[in-house]
């Protein structure tokens, strides 16, 4: 009898990609194939039109074909691995083909792990032979650390070559889940991190009279920011994860605060009331909000050949919302157009150089899934 539940669960957890076919709620069809399986994966980037990397929690990194075949990347940094946390991101150079360099972040300590950080690696990645990594230097550790085990946020973005940002690094740092520290100027926390390359600080960040600390930040009052891109405007975009709903979708400036914990679209998980963003002008809305959530993970801008009715469009993952949500823009707005859902929480989303869409699956058994158009 357990043995036919098991079966059932698992039939119903696949059933929307059984025929490979998902139908997104405004009736667009794709077509999904299950590239590979993974335990816990959290990012994943494309270093070429046929390469990937992915990213365990547990501290591997993969470097994997398009067509499924996989190696281990040697000598990764020791990761703290708990929690929410663990090896995060994995980003390639702009200039990856000239310089080999990739960014990847992670969760470290120094304390036995008492407190934890979040920290930014630079690494040569060498696939001459056997992948591994070399001359791996520190770009940012997040600061203070703290006892917690969430809200580290961690995801990054590089401005690309020929832009007003090229040769910069942006970084979300989350508030670590004690709320206040995303106002303060002496804490990295709830902020996002706009740095050279290098981990050198720019010198025309917006917060110069805020103390050392601060003339690293580009924004404040964050909470909890899980995707970070540019679209093909050049304006950058985040979202993040509200408390008890009242995720939002920001277009990130610079030198603005959103408002965290003074203002938000959702409340308290105990039922105490935040004001929303219409209360304190001052603060930057959320151009796109949710209630309920979604739990907004991942964020890629479409531009491509496969679906050409959605270049423009923005492309998140929902972790509560276990479904690819697709963004359209009206007037430069953003509005939810479409999602396409299959029972399976959506950690991180990619774009593929052929314009096919890439999701990869959380948790145990996470899938890496490329959609194309289903013909009709």
């Given at each position: 009898m357990?043995l036919?539940?098991?079966?059932?669960?698992?039939?119903l957890?696949?059933?929307?990609?059984?025929?490979?076919?998902i139908?997104?709620?405004?009736g667009?069809?794709?077509?999904?194939?299950?590239?590979?399986?993974?335990?816990?994966p959290?990012?994943?980037?494309?270093?070429?039109?046929?390469?990937?990397?992915?990213?365990?929690?547990?501290?591997d990194l993969?470097?994997?074909?398009?067509?499924g075949?996989?190696?281990?990347v040697?000598?990764?940094p020791?990761?703290l691995?708990?929690?929410q946390?663990g090896?995060g991101?994995v980003?390639?150079?702009?200039?990856f083909?000239?310089?080999?360099?990739i960014?990847?972040?992670?969760?470290?300590?120094d304390?036995?792990?008492?407190?934890?950080?979040a920290?930014?690696v630079r690494?040569?990645?060498?696939?001459?032979?056997s992948?591994?990594?070399?001359?791996?230097?520190?770009?940012?550790?997040?600061?203070p650390?703290?006892?917690g085990?969430?809200?580290?946020?961690h995801k990054?973005t590089?401005?690309?070559?020929g832009s007003?940002?090229e040769?910069?690094?942006?970084?979300?740092?989350?508030d670590?889940?004690?709320?206040?520290?995303?106002q303060?100027?002496?804490?990295?926390?709830?902020?996002?991190?706009?740095l050279n390359?290098?981990?050198?600080?720019?010198g025309?960040n917006?917060?110069?009279?805020?103390?050392?600390?601060?003339k690293?930040f580009?924004?404040?009052?964050h909470?909890?920011?899980?995707g970070?891109?540019?679209?093909h405007?050049n304006?950058l975009?985040?979202?993040?994860m509200?408390?008890?709903?009242g995720?939002?979708?920001?277009?990130?400036?610079?030198?603005?605060?959103?408002?965290?914990?003074?203002?938000?679209?959702?409340?308290?998980y105990?039922?105490?009331v935040i004001?929303?963003?219409?209360?304190r002008?001052?603060f930057?809305?959320?151009?796109?909000?949710?209630?309920?959530?979604?739990a907004?993970s991942?964020?890629?801008?479409?531009?491509?050949d496969e679906?050409p009715?959605w270049?423009?469009?923005?492309?998140?993952?929902?972790?509560?919302?276990?479904?690819l949500?697709?963004?359209?823009?009206?007037?430069d707005?953003?509005?939810?157009?479409?999602?396409?859902?299959?029972?399976q929480?959506?950690?991180?989303v990619?774009?593929?150089?052929?314009?096919?869409?890439?999701a990869?699956?959380?948790?145990?058994?996470g899938?890496?899934i490329?959609?194309?158009?289903?013909?009709e």
């Amino acid at each position: 009898m357990r043995l036919l539940i098991y079966v059932a669960l698992m039939g119903l957890a696949t059933h929307a990609l059984a025929n490979n076919i998902i139908e997104g709620n405004q009736g667009s069809k794709i077509k999904g194939s299950v590239v590979e399986r993974f335990q816990n994966p959290w990012a994943m980037s494309f270093i070429s039109p046929d390469r990937l990397l992915v990213t365990t929690k547990s501290g591997d990194l993969w470097l994997v074909n398009t067509n499924g075949e996989k190696s281990l990347v040697a000598s990764v940094p020791k990761v703290l691995y708990g929690g929410q946390g663990g090896l995060g991101d994995v980003v390639p150079h702009p200039n990856f083909k000239q310089n080999k360099f990739i960014y990847i972040s992670y969760i470290s300590s120094d304390t036995a792990g008492d407190t934890r950080y979040a920290t930014v690696v630079r690494a040569e990645l060498n696939i001459k032979h056997s992948p591994k990594l070399e001359n791996i230097t520190t770009v940012w550790n997040q600061t203070p650390a703290r006892s917690g085990k969430g809200h580290f946020s961690h995801k990054i973005t590089l401005g690309q070559q020929g832009s007003k940002h090229e040769g910069k690094i942006f970084i979300t740092s989350g508030d670590r889940q004690e709320q206040t520290p995303a106002q303060h100027w002496d804490k990295a926390l709830g902020k996002i991190i706009r740095l050279n390359d290098d981990g050198s600080v720019p010198g025309d960040n917006p917060f110069q009279d805020k103390g050392e600390l601060a003339k690293t930040f580009w924004s404040i009052g964050h909470r909890n920011s899980l995707g970070i891109a540019f679209n093909h405007k050049n304006e950058l975009w985040a979202h993040e994860m509200g408390p008890k709903h009242g995720d939002e979708l920001n277009l990130i400036l610079p030198g603005a605060n959103y408002g965290w914990p003074i203002v938000s679209e959702g409340n308290h998980y105990s039922g105490a009331v935040i004001p929303t963003h219409d209360t304190r002008p001052e603060f930057q809305k959320p151009k796109l909000f949710w209630v309920p959530t979604v739990a907004p993970s991942g964020l890629f801008f479409y531009q491509g050949d496969e679906f050409p009715d959605w270049n423009g469009d923005a492309f998140l993952g929902g972790l509560k919302g276990r479904a690819l949500v697709r963004i359209e823009f009206k007037n430069d707005l953003p509005v939810e157009a479409e999602r396409f859902s299959w029972s399976q929480r959506v950690r991180d989303v990619e774009l593929g150089s052929d314009g096919a869409i890439w999701a990869l699956e959380d948790g145990r058994s996470g899938r890496l899934i490329k959609f194309i158009k289903a013909q009709e």
